[in-house]
Structures are given as C-alpha cells and as structure tokens.
C-alpha cells in the first residue's frame, strides 16, 4: 500500500514477514490455550465422554421439568449457589410462589425462606446466598442452592447507567435486552450486540460502563449514559448441577425465543428434550479439519448436534432469532441450519455456551465422504483420510447433478438465505455436503426441508463417463454466526496485502462472500440438463500410434489424426486428415465447452457456434508424446484440422477482447490477472483495437523479414529471446497491416532478403496455372469470404440468448496460400466460395452462460458478462470494420494513380523513418522514377545530397479472364531503389518498399500529403515488398497485381454489409449501402480523415452493428492511428 523502492522493499517485505510469523504464533499460542480451558473444563477424555456430557444432559432434564412448569403454570425459576449473590430487578416481579434453600439434589433437605427473602427480592436488592442470611444449614457438609419461582411482570423495563458506574442491570439479563444505546442527546451509539456479549462474557459478574466495553467513544470529552431496554419476561433460565467438585450451573439462554422457533419446525417440547436426555451424547471431540476448537456432541438418534460457540455467536445469535424464526416460518425449503436453542455450562469458573441444531445428515446411511465448503480457495485444503471432513480444494473436480427442479429449488434456496444472512452481516458460513454411493438408499427423512434430508443425484469428476457416480446428496448451510467485526476485516487487510487475491480470500464482506458463495455453487450444484457427458471417440477407426505435430520443451501437445483406410469416414466433406488431436490434459478447461456447445447447436438463438471449430469428441488412444520415448496411452481431444485440404495453411489467431485475463475468472490469479493487463494487453494492440494478433502460421516473406530483422542483436536478448519478439511483433500488428499480409501472395524469390536467406531463384516468377484464379482473384475472394463470414457471425453474436465471457477467446482466419482455388468457385455465389474458413475457438478461460444460468447470476456479475461480451462483440465488429476499409480501398473504385514509398525499418519497434515517395498515372511504364518528400521536394542523397534518389518500377496491365469478377488489372514490378540517403547512423538503410493504387490523379495525391492524416492513409491496406537489411541499393524484384471490382460482382459484399448492420428484408438497398460505403470507408488521399473523424468512423460502425449493447468505453478513444 505505501510507495517503496530498492532497500525499502526488503523493508516492507520484512515487515510484512515479521507480521505472518507474528501471527502464526500468536495462532499456536490461542489453540495451546483452547486446548488448555477444554482440558481444564472436561478433563481427561474419559471425562469427556463420562462427566460433562452427563452434566449436560442433567442440565436438559432440569430444564425440561423447568419449561414444563413455566408452560404449565407460567412459573419462571432462577436459582443461585451459596456463596453468590442473587437479584431480581425491581419491577420485573408480578408474584413470587415460592422461596428455598438447601442441596442442589435433594429438595427434601430444605428451608423455606420466602417469608424472610420477599421483601428483598421484590424490591430488588441483592442477596447473598449464605447460610447466616438464609437462617440456617439444612444439610451440613453440601454446597446449597437458594431457588425462587415467580411469575414475572410484562411490564418494559428501562434502566439508565452513566459512564462509569456499574450496570444497573441482573445477572443473565442479555436475552431480555430489546435494546442498548450509548452516547448523549442525540448523538447515540447502537451497542446492543457488544452489550450482549459482554453479559455473556460476564457470567453475573458487574460490568463497569466504560468505551472499552461498549466498543468505543461516540462523544469524546462528554459524559454519556447507557440506555437500556428490558423485557423482563425474557429472562434467562439458570440451574444448579451437583458435581465432584462444586456446583455447575447450566443455563438456558433466551429460551421464550428458542420456543417460537422449535415451535415454527413443528417440534413439542417433549419430543425434543426426549431427543436430548433419552440417552448418552456422543462425540465430545474438536472436529478433526476445523479452525474453530470447538466441541461437537450428537444424540443418540442422531437428530441434533450440540457444538460450543463463542459469546460473541450467541449474542448474534440472540439477536436475530426473531428475524430468523420469521425468516424460515416464510422459506419453509431454507437449506439453513435450524438452531433450536442455546445453553451454558458453568463448571469450575470456566463457562462453556453451545448451540443446540438440526443434524442436516439425520437419516443418512453411511457417508462416503463429506465437505464443508466456503466457495473460495484460500487455504481450503486438508490431507485425506477416513472419516475427515474435506474442503472446497478437495471438492475441486467434482460437480454434483440432481434433477432440474430440485437444482432449481437448491439456487432459490442459496440466493434467498445468502441474502438473510447478508442482511444479518453474516459471513464466513458453510455449505456442508456428504455423499452417499450406496444407491439402494431411498431419502425420506425430510423433517424441515424437502432439501434437508437426501437428495438423489450424480457426482461427475473430471470429464470422462466413468468418473460419474450415482449418489445421494446431503446439503445444508451451517456456521452462520460469524459478523464482520473489526477482526474480519483486519484479517481481510492483511490478507490482501500478503496474500494479494482478494477474490479468493475466505475473509470478506458479507455482501462480497454471498454473491460469491451463490456463483460458485451456483456452477458446482447444477440440473441434470446441464451435465457434461464427454462424447467418447473409439481409436478403432484411427491409425496409432498417432505421430505428435511439433513438440515444446520435448513434450507434444498436438497429435496427427488418421482415418485409416477402408473405414467409412461419417460425413461426405470429411476427409482422411479431418481431425487434429489436443492433448486432453491441456485442454481440460475447454472440454466441457465444447460438450455443452454440442448440445446447444441448433437451437434457437444459439446460431453463433455454428463458427466454432468442429469437435467430435475425446479419443483414448496410443500417442508419440514423448520422441524416443514408447508411446502413451493419451486422451485428446478430436477438433476440426485448420490445414486439412490445404497445400500451405496461413492461419490467423486473433484474440478478442481488450481484456484477456480476470482475476478469480476461471482459476486465473489476481496477480496473473494484473500482470497480463498491465502488459500484454497494455502494450499490444488489445488496448487499441480491442483484439491482437497471438498467432500467424505460414506467413509471408515480407512479414518474415521484418521479424528477422527484430531477432538480430540486442533487441532479442533485450526482450527475452527471438520467439518472445517475434510474438510481440504479431500482438502489435493493427488489423490493416495483418490482413495486408494475410493476402500476400507476391512472389520474392529474386528479392535482397531471398539473397540472404538462400532462397533466391534466376528463374522469372512462374505464370499462372489455367484454369485457377490469379493473385489478386483469390485475394479479392478470400477477403470477401472473410468479411461475409464475420458479419454473419457478428450478427448471430446479436441473438446470443445470455451475454458470453470469453476471456481470451480467438478468431481464427484461415486459407490455402500454396494454391490457387479453381475458377468454377466463382459459379459458386455469395458464402459458397470455399476460399477461406472462419472458425471461433481457445476456450480455456471462457464460460458458455445460457440464459437460465445468467438468470442465476448476482446484478453484479451480470454487468460483468454484459461487459465482457461487450468487448467481445466490440472486437468482432472492429476487425470486420477493417477488413471491409480494405476491400473497399483495394477493390471498390477504378484507379488512376499509384503511390510508392520508400521507408527504412528501425529496431526496437520504433516507428518506421520515412525515405521518399513517387506518385505516378497508373499506366503503362518502365521508367525509373525519381523520389520526392511529402512536399514534393526531391530527396538527395551524398554528403552534399547533390544525387537523386530513384525507384525503378515496371507497370503493365494484365489481362483476367472474361469471368473474372475483377477488372482493369494492372502488375507493379518494384526492382529496387538507388541513391537513398542514409537514416541510419552507422550503417546502410535497411528499406522497404509500399504500394497503393488510389481513385485520383497522381498530382492531386501528392499534393494532399503534406498532411500527416493523408500521410498515414496512403499506408493502410498497401502492399508491401520485403525488408533488404543493411542494403545501400537495396533490391526486391517483387510483382503485385492491382484491380478493380465489377460493379455487376458487388452485390455479395452489399449482402454482408447489410447483414452486419442489421438491414433485412425492405431496408435492404444497395443504392443506400453506396452511400454508406462511401462514408464509412473513404478512399481518397485528399478527403483523409483525421484521425479523430476515422475514430468517429469506427465507433460509428460498431455501434450501428450492435445497438443496445454496452461496448467497451475505450472504443471511443480507437484510432486508425493509435500507435
């Protein structure tokens, strides 16, 4: 939290250190002293077992005849030891009935003292219970007790203590408290529950009015008072147990409360306390895997369990009993524990309280396993073994599936009581689970909730069929005590900063750890309509072993999938290499997408993943994972082949969204999280266009030349190695230059790059095959392909039944670039060409959220998809934004000029240094051209700059085909440049060359570029030659083919156009699409926009594409010229 450098890191990473050890023992040294008032309180574990549980149960059976006298008669007992005082306030008094004294077992043994005591104890005095003021010792050598049964007043009883006297207020009046304020005139504080606590705390002692017990000062430098409300009616139950040793005391707190309550779950005084007395308690031991120490008992008919809870739980307890009995009598299928009453033992100075609650297991058969889930990580793991209680990492893999109604009712039940408990400022409460494999069992016992008591389902594991096990399911929330108090939120703090994952952390606030305790089960509880069942593909019909395709770290991760011959392949279009194998055990997190994609294809509103890639299954099979090694029995996952049917694959992984990683999304750290925003997105084209280039397979001589030249020297070792800057080169690619080089075509064999590399060929460039279209026919045509798929997906995107969060999701843009399409493609028609695929896949971070599992969600993370998927659809509209800017610069309008710039390519990703510029007519020429400035200027170069800098171009026109949907074709051979001035300080340019043909007079282009934003237009979409590395005279050689669009062939891309706008039917009309193109996507350098007005174009676009979606707020800041 404070700002820290060099030395003074280590400072507060020592502090911090110091902190944790600090707090590891003062944690060792509490458990010690639990350990220590558990073993004086019980004794030995004999004791345990033997004397307390029978004081316990001596006490219940007291209270039982006690209960039965004040339902009966209205009678209300108290009682006190000799040696201690005794007091009954003023006023609560109705009638006394009687007064004695004598031993705690035996009343025949006793004085009656109601004559001597009336006075007193009507008028509210305190009496000290001793043999001289009860007149006498009727049995000598016994501890005696003194007993008075009265009928109370109704009357509300006010008492007012200033600060610093004693509390004007009985013994064990906590549960008659309606109400406790603190402070002076109209400055008060509500210390109802410190109050309680500390009377519970107290035990009868006097407490002292002071900010330290009632929690602070709301009024420093005044005296204040605090203020009281009392029923008197509501006074706790107190008994005196015979001991070895003294006399124990056994309470009942609020019990007028506890009654209403055991009454709402249809429970009779009788059968309960039978239940509790009829025979011995068990347990009396710290449960195994908990934090807490504290000690549980279970009767013998396994109905109730009794576990001690701290002063402050019961005070909390105490006080939402009335909201908590109201709160069950109108949610009668509540999954919360049932508390059916609250007592204490007093034994030997030490006070012992516990609850009294509904066992969730009771009728159970023998429990395989149980959990007790919080729905976070932190720290919730403990080592397996028998009969121990799991935790939530444990419980990691599994998925439990009960019917649709009963999985319905189950998220009802945890949204309802999540929010009570939230409303209470209760957090930190569990869900306990336990599992039954025994499926003969049959669930009957339903006694206060048709989900209490078993519910037959399924647990899955994993994602294979055989980890699916039938089971019964025991489910209820307990632990549900615990407010966030000061100590919480101190522990939260210092978790935050240590532990840095706020999302994981168990301690938050109540709000926080109920929207995250019904998100987690709300995926961890599911209907059986939802589950994953993996589609298992036999290896019969495969050649095995299958070969690995590339390794990393000498491990594979993909595999060669073989039909083998003579098996009859299941569809017609498929052929022998359709599928490609994913190492399942890196795919995991993607599986259980594509199941559930599987089953939703088809269905209404579920149109979008008619694009995501092909999957068939997961197939066991034989596998080369490791080279020399024999081959492993491997799972992978079968998912369509992007190279199959094609000579050379170029393939684009583009990943979508500004965002690619969110914090405790799908398992990704807080820490993770931050680091990758803050650079990968940060630094990358996601925070420019709102997607990046990940990955390009197969690319083009002149992007591989550029990547080169970013690998050599400094820079690679600089930034951690060739393949990191290589990466890093693709993710800050804008989509106008990555799609310039996904439709590269252009031969280099003759290029200075080709020279370096051992690739050049004397041979001229081979003319091309009959019967298969030309360079710019299939560049034309997969860009189009490109563009109608995009927009017909962005528009199912539109129909989507639920927001998506596709975190780190990709696009995939892929053709054959080793051969041309045959022309009877072009017979084909709009989305039949064939000539390139788009497919949407990677889905390791990302969520398939239908609409019922949306409706599920907290408003919060419903904002949250609709964001993210904001982002999403924002990304696709962007990237089709820019394919249609360039098909309509390179296709749409004849053209009459060509502009040709020369750049040198700096290192260090620094922006390219501009040499010179020719514009020419676009005729027919041969002649070397001389290069000027963005003024017109010539460029010179010499020490002097005395000699003129050239191009030498050839340009020729190119006869098409008569069915060709192109027109007016024209080839630009670039050869080389000569006489450049030198950029670079110690050695030779290292230049490129780039090409654009544009729909106005070469004069009236170059005289719109002495303006930056024309400047930058002239670059977007241009072809480019290679890089020739340090070349004084650098030479390329290199041939593009420039055309124009039929006007008779524009209809297609009209179609898609209006498909992503969302004009159907009527709306459709090319002549108004005309006007739009022509808005949206200018061509013309002397009508550039700025760049303020080409994000306007942009932003424009995208929203015409998804009205009514929230886009991302960054969109209105993207640029065509954001660098």
Not at 404 to 418: F, P
Not at 816 to 839: I, K, M, Q, Y
Request: hydrophobic share 40%.
């Amino acid at each position: 939290l404070l700002p820290c450098e060099g030395k003074q890191t280590h400072k507060v990473a020592a502090m911090f250190s110091a902190i944790a050890t600090s707090m590891e023992s003062a944690s060792k040294q509490m458990e010690n002293a639990i350990n220590r008032v558990t073993s004086d309180l019980i004794g030995s574990q004999d004791d345990t077992v033997v004397n307390c549980k029978l004081r316990i149960q001596e006490g219940f059976r007291r209270a039982y005849s006690a209960k039965q006298e004040y339902e009966k008669e209205g009678l209300v007992i108290t009682e006190a030891g000799e040696g201690e005082w005794l007091e009954i306030q003023a006023g609560s008094v109705s009638s006394l009935t009687a007064c004695t004294y004598g031993a705690c077992d035996s009343e025949s043994d006793s004085l009656d003292v109601m004559r001597k005591l009336e006075q007193d104890l009507l008028s509210g005095k305190k009496i000290r219970v001793s043999n001289d003021t009860m007149g006498g010792d009727p049995k000598p050598g016994t501890r005696k007790v003194l007993r008075i049964w009265y009928r109370p007043a109704s009357d509300i009883i006010t008492a007012a203590t200033q600060e610093g006297k004693e509390l004007q207020l009985p013994s064990h009046a906590a549960e008659g408290i309606l109400s406790a304020t603190y402070g002076s005139g109209d400055v008060q504080q509500d210390v109802m529950i410190v109050l309680q606590a500390a009377l519970l705390s107290a035990n009868g002692k006097p407490l002292t009015v002071t900010n330290d017990l009632l929690g602070g000062d709301p009024l420093p430098g005044s005296a204040k008072t605090l203020t009281v409300k009392y029923d008197p009616t509501r006074t706790r139950l107190a008994f005196k147990l015979q001991t070895a040793r003294e006399l124990a005391t056994f309470g009942l707190i609020a019990p007028w409360l506890f009654k209403a309550q055991r009454s709402a779950c249809g429970l009779s005084l009788d059968d309960y306390f039978h239940s509790l007395t009829n025979e011995d308690l068990s347990g009396g031991e710290k449960q195994a895997s908990g934090k807490s120490g504290e000690i549980f008992w279970f009767t013998a008919d396994k109905r109730y369990v009794l576990k001690t809870i701290p002063d402050a739980e019961v005070a909390t307890l105490v006080k939402m009993l009335p909201e908590y009995t109201a709160y069950l009598n109108s949610n009668p299928d509540s999954m919360l524990t049932r508390y059916l009453g609250v007592y204490s033992l007093e034994d030997n100075g030490r006070t012992t309280q516990f609850v009294v609650m509904n066992n969730i297991f009771e009728g159970s058969p023998t429990l395989d396993v149980m959990y007790d889930l919080k729905g976070t990580t932190e720290d919730r793991w403990v080592d397996p073994e028998p009969g121990k209680c799991l935790k939530d990492n444990n419980f990691a893999e599994s998925t439990v599936y009960c019917d649709d109604a009963t999985a319905a009712a189950i998220h009802s039940a945890i949204i309802s009581d999540t929010k009570f408990l939230e409303k209470q400022g209760i957090m930190d409460y569990s869900l306990m689970m336990a599992l039954s494999y025994d499926p003969s069992f049959t669930p009957t016992c339903h006694r206060y909730s048709k989900l209490i008591g078993g519910i037959r389902g399924l647990e899955a594991k994993g994602v294979s069929d055989e980890t699916v096990s039938e089971c019964i399911i025991f489910i209820g929330m307990v632990d549900m005590l615990v407010t966030y108090g000061w100590k919480k939120v101190a522990a939260h703090n210092i978790k935050a900063i240590t532990i840095g994952w706020k999302e994981e952390i168990d301690t938050v606030a109540p709000d926080r750890y109920a929207a995250r305790f019904r998100e987690h089960f709300g995926l961890k509880i599911r209907g059986k309509s939802e589950q994953v069942n993996v589609t298992m593909v036999s290896p019969a019909d495969f050649e095995t072993p299958m070969p690995a395709m590339g390794r990393s770290g000498g491990t594979a991760a993909f595999f060669k999938v073989t039909y083998k011959d003579g098996v009859s392949i299941p569809e017609a279009k498929q052929s022998k290499a359709y599928w490609i194998g994913k190492d399942l055990a890196r795919a995991k997190d993607e599986v259980a997408f594509y199941e559930a994609a599987k089953g939703l294809q088809g269905a209404a509103g579920w149109e979008l993943l008619k694009w995501m890639t092909p999957y068939m299954g997961v197939c066991r099979a034989d596998c080369h994972v490791v080279q020399g090694k024999p081959p492993q029995l491997v799972d992978v996952m079968l998912l369509r082949n992007g190279r199959d049917g094609y000579t050379t694959c170029r393939m684009l992984d583009i990943k979508m969204g500004q965002v690619t990683a969110v914090a405790g999304w799908q398992g990704k750290s807080a820490v993770s999280a931050w680091l990758q925003a803050n650079t990968v997105d940060a630094l990358t084209n996601s925070s420019g266009q709102g997607f990046r280039l990940e990955g390009f397979d197969s690319p083009p001589e002149a992007l591989m030349s550029y990547q080169d030249f970013l690998t050599h020297g400094d820079v690679a070792s600089l930034a951690a190695g060739a393949k990191k800057v290589r990466r890093f080169c693709l993710q800050n690619l804008k989509a106008s230059q990555f799609i310039s080089f996904f439709l590269d075509l252009h031969g280099t064999s003759s290029s200075s790059y080709a020279k370096a590399k051992g690739k050049a060929t004397s041979s001229a460039a081979p003319e091309p095959e009959s019967g298969r279209l030309s360079q710019v026919e299939t560049q034309e045509l997969v860009l189009l392909s490109c563009i109608e798929e995009l927009s017909h997906f962005l528009a199912a995107c539109r129909k989507a039944p639920a927001p998506q969060q596709w975190i780190g999701s990709s696009v995939m843009l892929c053709f054959d670039s080793g051969s041309r399409p045959a022309r009877e493609v072009l017979t084909r028609g709009s989305r039949a060409w064939g000539c390139a695929r788009v497919h949407i896949f990677d889905w390791g971070r990302s969520e398939l959220n239908t609409a019922a599992m949306h409706a599920r969600l907290e408003d919060d993370k419903k904002a949250e998809r609709q964001k993210y998927w904001g982002y999403y659809c924002g990304a696709v509209a962007m990237l089709l934004y820019d394919c249609c800017n360039l098909y309509v610069r390179r296709f749409w309008h004849a053209k009459e000029s060509l502009a040709l710039t020369v750049w040198d390519k700096d290192k260090d990703f620094m922006p390219d240094t501009f040499v010179g510029l020719c514009t020419v007519p676009l005729a027919e020429t041969g002649e070397e051209q001389t290069l000027v400035d963005w003024k017109g200027g010539s460029v010179k170069s010499g020490m002097l700059r005395t000699t003129q800098s050239s191009l030498a171009i050839t340009v020729k026109p190119r006869q098409l085909d008569a069915d060709s949907r192109l027109r007016d074709c024209w080839t630009v051979k670039v050869h080389g440049a000569s006489n450049l001035p030198c950029k670079d300080a110690l050695s030779p340019n290292d230049s490129f060359a780039e090409v654009a043909a544009f729909p106005e007079e070469a004069a009236a282009v170059l005289g719109s570029l002495d303006d930056a934003d024309a400047q930058h237009h002239i670059r977007v979409g241009a072809h480019v030659t290679t890089l020739a590395e340090d070349r004084a005279v650098p030479v390329w050689e290199e041939e593009f083919e420039i055309a124009t669009l039929e006007e008779g062939a524009r209809m297609p891309f009209y179609k898609a156009l209006s498909t992503a706008l969302g004009i159907e039917g009527s709306g459709f009309s090319p002549t108004a699409l005309e006007a739009q193109v022509e808005q949206l996507f200018p061509c013309h350098p002397s009508k550039a926009p700025c760049s303020s007005e080409a994000a306007r174009l942009q932003v424009q676009f995208v929203g015409a594409c998804l009205p009514g979606l929230e886009l991302p707020k960054t969109l209105s800041s993207m640029s065509l010229v954001d660098a």
